[in-house]
Each structure stands twice: as C-alpha cells, then as structure tokens.
C-alpha cells in the first residue's frame, strides 16, 4: 500500500499533463508533417512559400524588442542600484512596474491611437514645431510592434533584473567606487556581469511571450509583412487549414528553441 | 601625535537618517602610523572608517589629510584604499583582473599593469593564481587578493574594515602579523577596524576603543591596557570581574573597611583614586593570589582581598581557571594549582591589576563587598 501511494498521488497531476498538455502538442507536431492524410514536408514547404518574410520579419522584430528590453531594464535597474538621488529612485520605482498589469490588447489599443498618422506622438511633435505637418507619417508598421512590446515587457525583465541588482553584496560596487570606477563603469563592468544569468533569463522568457503574442500584430500592423501569430490566426480561421498552422507553430516553437538553447550555453559555461 | 599629524577628525559627527551613530570624533594620527578602531558591534566603527573612506559624508565636521580638506571629496579623490569585510572581490574577474582593475581605471597600459600585477603578486604570495577566479581561491588567498587589489593603486592611506573576521582562527594568527610586517615594510598609514582586542593589541600602534558613537580612550596597546580610563575600557580589555567595593579616598589612598566579604585594606595608588563612595573594581583572571582560606597568611601586599567559594574548575591550558564566588557574583581567578569546589577561598588582587571606577549611581550598591548578579558572561568565559 506503501509503495503505491506515491504513484498515486502523481497520477492525477500527470494525467493532467499528459491529455491536456503533450497529447495536443503531440497532435499539432504530427499534424505539420501530415499533408491530405500523408506524412510530407508540404505544410512546411508552403509556409516557407507564403510565410519566409514574416518568419524573418517576426525573428528580427522579437529579437530587436527583446535586445531593447534588455538595455532598457539595465539601465532601469542600475539607476535604481546606483542612483543617489533618492527622490528619482523612489519615483522610478514606484513608476517603473505599472505597464506589467496593463494587457498586451490595451497595449495594442493605446498604441494605435497614440502612433497613428494623425496620433497624439505626432500632433504633439507638430504642436511643438518639431515636426512638419506634411511630412507626418504612421508608426503603425514594424516600429509600432516594437513599441509595444519594448512598453510591455521591459518592467517584467527590469524587476527581475533590479532584484538581483539589489542583492549583490553592495561592497563589490563601493570598492569599484573606492578605485574611482564611474557609476557607468560601475554599471557596465562591475553590475551586469553579476547578474547576466538573471538578465539572460528575463529575456529569454520576455521573447517567448513576445513571440506568442497575437493582440499586438492585429492592433497595429495586420497587413504584410506581419508576424507569424498573425500568419497562424489568418490560416486557421480563413482557410481551417491546419497543417501550415502547426507547421508555422512548430517554426515558432524552433525559433524560441534555439534563444532557450543559447541560454543554456551561455549558463554551461558560467558553470564551469 | 600632535604637530606631525596626517590624516585629522575635527569633532566629526555621522549617521545614517535620522540615526546619529558618531558624535564629536577628534583623532589624528600620524604618517605611517597603524591604528585600530575597536569597539564592541554597533559602537560606530565601521561608520567611522567609512566616514574616511567617504562612503558616508559627515553631518559635521572635517577631515583632512596632509592639508587637504577632503570631508566633502568622492572616495577615489582622497588617496585612501579599503579592504572590505566580505573582501568584495568581482566574481567574474580573475585575480589579476581584481588587482589590476584600480590601474585600468587610472588609465595605465597594459604591461604596465601586468608588471605592477605581478609585483603585487609576489609581495603577497599570490604567484601563480593570476588566471584563478575568486571563487576558486582560499580564505586566505581571497584576503589577500582583496588586500592587494588596495595595495596595487599605491594609496596614501590603507583602511581595513574587519578584514580578519572571516578567517579560519589559526590563519587569522598568522596574517595579523603578515599584514603588520607589510604595513611596517611600506610605511603605509592604516586605520584597521576589529572587534578583537588581541587582534588590535598585537597589531596597532596605537588603539582607539569607541563606545556608543565616541572615544572611549585612545592610547598605545600598553596604555589601553594597563590604565584604563572607564569601566569599559577596563571591561574590554579584559578585566570583566567586577565587585562592588566602598571606599574612602584621600590624596592617592583609598582605604576600604572589612566586610563579610572582603577584609580590610589601604592601597596607595600610581593613577587617580575614584572619589569616596561606591565604586566597582575590576580585575582580570590573571595574576592573582588564590589561596584556600585555611592556609591563607595574612601577607602585606598591596592590593585586596576578597573572600568567597569555589564552584566550578576547569583546565583551559596553562593554569587552573576557578569560578570563586563572592557574595552574589561570581568572578574568574586563575591559579596554577586547582582547588577543589565547596572550599572557602581568598583571591588577592595586586593593586596594579585593580582597576577600580565609582560605580555608577543609578545601580543599587548592596553589602560591602556587593558584586553585579550578572554572572552570564562569566559562565560564558569559563566554559570558552
């Protein structure tokens, strides 16, 4: 009776995983490779026919979001490590952590009308005689997303990042200051190599939330090129079909799998 | 030290918030003088070194170095190089590069900071460790890395904060006078920061015991410890038995009349006399007469004598250590040979052991001898 009771009191959490978790996953991964009830490449074929420039498109805008989170958030952090004018790190960080509680699909909203041609961004640059009316445009494309997602995802990565900011042993940023290292030397060479695991994993988490995100792309730049959630929404729903869909997910899933695979190196040998 | 002075406190107070941790600090101190601040934990040591090493900026007062006024200047302007109590190596750094980081910063070339690297190295024994990180390095050698980090920049002033408190206790034995010798090699002005009498004893020129935010007493090792000036420079340096005497001064006599617990005496004696009254006296485990009371000669000698009951004795190493008590109190007395417990005993103190204080007169002063019944600390000390 002994010996049974654990497996028992896994089974329900395992079965769990297995029906709602790895058997549709196992579904979607045998559905890419299956083309009119065959198992090919075509699905993926077509993908990379129709899809390449998205694919590259999404790639380049994750990558840029989450390279711009990651400044972003160090630069946070390190002011409020750093900073010695307690005023502005009280109001930083109160400030800060807000856009965390904020939906990806308010985000989208509040960006459209903020960047759209005639948007608040620019009446408020033409207002101020530094824009010429004629010559406003739209930042409803590529640059829309990345101001979304950079607004959204840069209080998760700094918190994280902050954190362990705040746990180093102060005394290895007063002896760099004792040498007379600069706040930004300080920053740079003493503060992110301590916490590069940290930062790493805050990214690497933020560009799988990114990738996943569908509001953002619809909200603001639904026509070509787009993103691959886009892409994925349009083949469901459009044509039911099922097969570029999950051939798409999977090119999704290989994309976050080599940004996971990377932090796990970079980790392996910081181990060492 | 007077007119050579080079590193000056002028009535420095500082404190984190509204929390005043050093009040009216004056000290000087000479070049390439070596000096301990000791005091028990939360007394302001380590405020007080970091008001130097500008890590804290006073509320007032000033603090000079040579001529130059640097109460206001940022840490690396002021010559000085510290040594944390956590050593505060980088992690990610090797050990040349936590050496050579203070010369990267001062914009030195390459060889020139290999070349200084290794020197450093050799002088505190680090050949051959360069390339280790820290994490791969000793207590020992992590203490010396962090010591060398701060000797690399050729500092006019060298300030360690603990830097012994996270070592093995036989290795700490050994670098107290390995740091000595390089301080007296390089001539270089230190101020160390210890909780550990023996520590700053055996290494300071001269030992300021800080109490509460102020100067409890200055002086060299000798002075601290042979003529302390307050029951607590007394009790920290180690003369914690305490009983509780009523004396009548005149001139330099204090005479003290018989009681239950002690017999009569006149000392004449070579410091101050407390004014008549209640006073405490305190003595040390060592040096003093342990005789049971049947065998006790009256003998003329210049001091006490206190009567009391064996209870408890122990063998440290080197003499028999004895918890006599005497009237409500129990105090140390260590003697060469061991007498049993539940034998009635008299302890002689030498005047020149005997430290004696008024006692303060908040507390209640019972019976002549009345001793403090707080026997805690000398529990804790006979079983250490």
């Given at each position: 009776?002994?010996?049974l009771?654990?497996?028992?009191?896994?089974?329900?959490?395992?079965?769990?995983?297995?029906?709602?978790?790895?058997?549709?996953?196992?579904?979607?991964?045998?559905?890419?490779?299956?083309?009119?009830?065959?198992?090919?490449?075509?699905n993926?074929?077509k993908a990379?026919?129709?899809y390449?420039?998205d694919i590259?498109?999404t790639?380049l805008?994750?990558g840029?979001?989450?390279?711009l989170?990651?400044?972003?958030?160090?630069?946070?952090?390190?002011y409020?490590?750093?900073g010695?004018?307690?005023?502005?790190?009280a109001l930083l960080?109160?400030?800060?952590?807000w856009?965390?509680?904020i939906p990806?699909i308010?985000v989208g909203q509040?960006l459209?009308?903020f960047l759209?041609?005639?948007?608040?961004?620019?009446?408020?640059l033409?207002s101020l005689?530094l824009?010429?009316?004629?010559?406003?445009?739209s930042y409803l494309?590529?640059?829309?997303?990345?101001?979304?997602f950079v607004?959204?995802q840069?209080?998760?990565?700094?918190?994280?990042v902050?954190?362990?900011?705040?746990?180093?042993?102060r005394?290895?940023i007063?002896?760099?200051?004792?040498?007379?290292?600069?706040?930004?030397r300080?920053?740079?060479e003493i503060v992110v190599?301590?916490?590069?695991?940290?930062l790493?994993v805050g990214?690497?988490l933020?560009?799988?939330?990114?990738?996943?995100?569908?509001?953002v792309?619809l909200?603001?730049?639904?026509?070509t090129?787009?993103?691959?959630?886009?892409?994925?929404?349009?083949r469901?729903?459009?044509?039911?079909?099922?097969?570029?869909a999950?051939?798409?997910?999977?090119?999704?899933?290989a994309i976050t799998?080599?940004?996971?695979w990377f932090?796990?190196r970079?980790?392996?040998?910081?181990?060492q | 030290?007077?007119?050579d002075?080079?590193l000056?406190?002028?009535?420095?107070?500082a404190?984190?918030?509204?929390t005043?941790v050093?009040?009216?600090?004056?000290?000087?101190?000479?070049?390439g003088?070596?000096?301990?601040?000791?005091?028990s934990?939360?007394?302001?040591?380590?405020t007080?070194l970091?008001?130097?090493?500008g890590?804290?900026?006073p509320?007032?007062?000033?603090?000079r170095v040579?001529d130059?006024?640097?109460?206001?200047?940022?840490?690396d302007?002021r010559?000085?190089?510290?040594?944390f109590?956590?050593y505060?190596?980088?992690?990610?750094?090797?050990?040349?590069?936590n050496?050579g980081?203070g010369?990267?910063?001062?914009?030195w070339?390459?060889?020139a900071?290999a070349a200084?690297?290794?020197e450093?190295?050799?002088?505190?024994?680090l050949?051959?460790l360069?390339?280790r990180?820290?994490?791969?390095?000793?207590?020992?050698?992590?203490?010396?890395?962090?010591?060398?980090?701060?000797?690399a920049?050729?500092?006019d002033i060298?300030?360690l904060?603990e830097?012994?408190?996270?070592l093995?206790?036989?290795?700490?034995l050994s670098?107290?006078?390995?740091?000595?010798?390089?301080q007296?090699?390089?001539?270089i002005?230190t101020?160390?920061?210890?909780?550990?009498?023996?520590?700053?004893?055996?290494?300071?020129?001269?030992?300021?015991i800080?109490?509460?935010?102020?100067?409890a007493?200055?002086?060299?090792?000798?002075?601290?410890?042979?003529?302390?000036e307050?029951?607590?420079?007394?009790?920290?340096?180690?003369?914690?038995n305490?009983?509780r005497?009523?004396?009548?001064?005149?001139?330099g006599r204090v005479?003290?009349?018989a009681?239950?617990?002690?017999?009569?005496?006149?000392?004449?004696?070579?410091?101050?006399?407390?004014?008549?009254?209640p006073?405490?006296?305190?003595?040390?485990?060592e040096?003093?007469?342990?005789?049971s009371?049947?065998?006790?000669?009256?003998?003329d000698?210049?001091?006490?004598e206190l009567l009391?009951?064996?209870?408890?004795?122990?063998y440290?190493?080197?003499?028999?250590?004895?918890?006599?008590?005497?009237?409500?109190a129990?105090?140390l007395?260590?003697?060469?040979?061991?007498?049993?417990p539940?034998?009635?005993?008299?302890?002689?103190?030498?005047?020149?052991?005997?430290?004696?204080?008024?006692?303060?007169?908040?507390?209640?002063?019972?019976?002549?001898?009345?001793?403090?019944?707080?026997?805690?600390?000398?529990?804790e000390k006979?079983s250490?």
């Amino acid at each position: 009776m002994q010996r049974l009771l654990g497996p028992l009191l896994v089974t329900p959490a395992l079965l769990v995983i297995l029906v709602l978790f790895a058997l549709p996953l196992a579904a979607s991964v045998i559905g890419a490779f299956e083309v009119d009830g065959a198992a090919g490449l075509g699905n993926f074929t077509k993908a990379y026919r129709l899809y390449t420039q998205d694919i590259v498109f999404t790639a380049l805008i994750v990558g840029l979001s989450a390279l711009l989170v990651g400044l972003l958030s160090v630069a946070i952090g390190g002011y409020l490590t750093l900073g010695e004018n307690p005023r502005a790190v009280a109001l930083l960080r109160w400030l800060y952590r807000w856009p965390m509680f904020i939906p990806f699909i308010v985000v989208g909203q509040v960006l459209r009308t903020f960047l759209a041609k005639s948007g608040l961004f620019n009446t408020t640059l033409i207002s101020l005689g530094l824009l010429d009316p004629m010559s406003a445009t739209s930042y409803l494309d590529w640059r829309g997303i990345v101001a979304a997602f950079v607004w959204k995802q840069t209080p998760f990565v700094a918190l994280m990042v902050s954190g362990a900011m705040a746990s180093l042993d102060r005394s290895t940023i007063e002896a760099a200051r004792n040498l007379g290292a600069s706040r930004l030397r300080i920053l740079v060479e003493i503060v992110v190599p301590q916490v590069t695991t940290t930062l790493l994993v805050g990214l690497v988490l933020s560009f799988v939330t990114m990738m996943s995100v569908l509001s953002v792309p619809l909200m603001i730049n639904a026509q070509t090129p787009t993103m691959i959630t886009a892409d994925i929404a349009f083949r469901l729903n459009t044509y039911r079909d099922y097969g570029v869909a999950n051939a798409l997910g999977l090119i999704s899933l290989a994309i976050t799998g080599s940004v996971a695979w990377f932090y796990l190196r970079v980790n392996m040998r910081q181990a060492q | 030290m007077g007119d050579d002075s080079y590193l000056g406190l002028q009535g420095v107070d500082a404190g984190y918030g509204r929390t005043r941790v050093l009040q009216g600090i004056d000290l000087s101190i000479g070049k390439g003088e070596f000096v301990a601040l000791l005091g028990s934990s939360g007394c302001g040591k380590t405020t007080l070194l970091r008001a130097i090493a500008g890590f804290a900026l006073p509320e007032r007062g000033v603090i000079r170095v040579g001529d130059r006024d640097v109460t206001r200047l940022p840490p690396d302007r002021r010559g000085m190089a510290m040594v944390f109590q956590s050593y505060a190596l980088w992690p990610h750094m090797s050990v040349a590069g936590n050496i050579g980081y203070g010369l990267r910063l001062k914009g030195w070339k390459r060889p020139a900071i290999a070349a200084r690297v290794a020197e450093i190295g050799a002088l505190l024994g680090l050949d051959g460790l360069g390339g280790r990180r820290p994490a791969e390095l000793s207590g020992g050698q992590r203490q010396r890395v962090a010591l060398g980090r701060a000797l690399a920049i050729d500092p006019d002033i060298l300030l360690l904060d603990e830097p012994l408190s996270n070592l093995d206790a036989r290795i700490r034995l050994s670098v107290r006078h390995e740091i000595r010798a390089l301080q007296k090699r390089l001539g270089i002005t230190t101020i160390h920061v210890t909780h550990d009498r023996e520590e700053a004893m055996v290494m300071a020129d001269r030992i300021v015991i800080l109490d509460q935010g102020r100067i409890a007493q200055l002086g060299t090792p000798e002075a601290i410890y042979t003529r302390p000036e307050s029951a607590f420079v007394a009790a920290f340096m180690g003369a914690e038995n305490v009983v509780r005497l009523d004396v009548v001064s005149s001139g330099g006599r204090v005479d003290i009349a018989a009681g239950p617990l002690n017999r009569a005496a006149s000392l004449r004696l070579d410091r101050p006399a407390p004014p008549s009254g209640p006073v405490e006296a305190r003595f040390r485990s060592e040096q003093l007469q342990l005789r049971s009371l049947d065998d006790a000669t009256t003998a003329d000698v210049q001091g006490i004598e206190l009567l009391g009951t064996i209870e408890v004795v122990v063998y440290p190493g080197g003499e028999w250590r004895h918890s006599v008590r005497i009237g409500g109190a129990s105090v140390l007395v260590d003697a060469p040979e061991a007498i049993a417990p539940g034998t009635s005993v008299l302890v002689r103190v030498p005047v020149s052991g005997l430290f004696l204080f008024s006692a303060p007169t908040a507390s209640p002063v019972g019976g002549s001898p009345a001793s403090t019944d707080d026997t805690a600390p000398v529990r804790e000390k006979l079983s250490a």
